[in-house]
């Protein structure tokens, strides 16, 4: 047996940047005299139990930067959340393969996964090299200060609502954005970076981190409205009431399912109409628009942020770095420093594996609808350069004639 091939896979959702992780991998792992042979699984997890694999020691480097500068997941990904059973028919096929180090890159469930396969390869004596590379737009990692993918998913969505809100000022009315986000509004908060003037939307931030009152929204919609004649929503597709129970589905007469048994969130734009109806019912307001972000945010080409796409790259090359040491298995977390600087550790898998960050309470603002300043200055190094700036026109009213006094 040889340890000198390594196999590496993506999972879960696609994001911007997830590909500069699988060739920041390949290439350092290309550069080292330890290591002869790159696969890549197809479709993640299911892909290395079918045995579908493609050998990247044949890829060009040039290809292979032309790969890492579009997003989502070149090998293609899976929603697989395999168990024990399932992480043992991996490790047979690692182990059938003589593969010495298994990179995968995804979130949490991802990370588990590697967690098993780990033990596994521990149990059966294998000197196999486990790493997690992390990727996950919803910001949901814990041990890491944020999370590849999200910033570019954050970038997008802090411009989306900068042009719901110049929209939404030329024609007002109430408008809803629905962000992903099941249990952490890291990417919900981030539409509150789109204002520029004091009454610009979003107005309304609601998180999954704080319990929704149908009856409080429609009154903070309201106030707003009143105030302003428009009113701007972003909400996480996530949030729930006092119980736990999602929006969603206690709006929906009925409800679809994803395959862990959770109440299917994305793809789908049932939360947007179920209270943009309730404004049109409760409130007689007649121009209310909805949208669901939707799919839209993860991997939307030409809207990336380049300090995302470099960390995002340089994790996976610390990964390989890492394996390479010997030193143990473990999952790449980011961390910050200073103004705005990046270090790189290496966290136990039982640390990251399964568990769940939500956003800490000093991010949120009193009023539960918006963000504290702390959370602006956590998410503004991570937009990168070049965000554009939306400007009003300044001229002065012409006093009137026929309506004076009006």
């Known amino acids: 047996m040889t340890t000198s091939k390594i196999l590496i896979a993506q999972g879960g959702g696609p994001t911007a940047v997830i590909n500069q992780s699988l060739v920041g991998a390949v290439l350092a792992a290309r550069r080292s005299r330890q290591i002869d042979v790159v696969y890549g699984a197809r479709h993640g997890v299911r892909g290395i139990v079918n045995e579908d694999l493609v050998d990247l020691t044949q890829e060009t480097t040039d290809n292979l930067e032309r790969v890492a500068a579009t997003p989502a997941s070149a090998l293609g990904s899976t929603r697989d959340k395999p168990d024990v059973k399932y992480c043992q028919e991996i490790f047979k096929v690692l182990r059938a393969h003589e593969i ?15 967690r098993i396969v780990s033990e596994e390869a521990r149990k059966a004596g294998y000197p196999l090299r486990c790493m997690h590379i992390p990727k996950t ?121 994803d395959a862990h048994g959770n109440v299917q969130l994305s793809g789908t734009g049932a939360l947007a109409d179920l209270l943009c109806d309730q404004i049109k019912d409760q409130l007689k307001i007649k121009r209310v628009r909805g949208d669901t972000f939707g799919y839209l945010q993860r991997s939307f080409l030409g809207c990336v942020s380049d300090v995302d796409q470099r960390e995002a790259r340089e994790a996976g090359e610390r990964a390989v770095q890492y394996a390479l040491s010997g030193a143990t298995d473990g999952s790449v977390a980011i961390t910050r420093t200073g103004d705005y600087a990046v270090g790189y550790s290496l966290l136990p898998l039982e640390t990251v594996a399964g568990k769940t960050r939500v956003m800490e309470d000093d991010l949120i603002a009193a009023s539960g609808t918006d963000v504290t300043d702390a959370f602006r200055r956590y998410l503004q190094p991570l937009l990168g350069a ?14 009137k004639v026929l309506n004076a006094g009006r």
């Open 386 to 399: 070049g965000m554009p700036e939306a400007s009003r026109l300044r001229a002065p009213a012409v006093a």
């Open 137 to 257: 737009i919803d910001n949901d990692l814990v041990g890491n200060d944020h999370t590849p993918g999200f910033p570019s998913a954050a970038r997008f969505v802090v411009q989306a609502f900068a042009g719901a809100n110049l929209d939404n000022a030329a024609l007002p009315g109430v408008y809803v954005g629905v962000v992903m986000g099941r249990h952490a509004g890291f990417l919900t908060a981030a539409a509150a970076l789109a204002r520029k003037y004091p009454d610009d939307g979003p107005h309304l931030v609601y998180l999954p981190e704080r319990s929704f009152s149908t009856e409080r929204f429609l009154a903070d919609v309201k106030a707003v409205h009143d105030r302003l004649g428009r009113c701007i929503v972003a909400v996480s597709e996530g949030i729930h009431d006092a119980s736990g129970t999602a929006i969603a589905s206690q709006l929906a007469k009925t409800v679809e399912r």
């Open 100 to 114: 010495g180090q298994f990179f995968y890159i995804g979130g949490n469930d991802s990370s588990d996964t590697v």
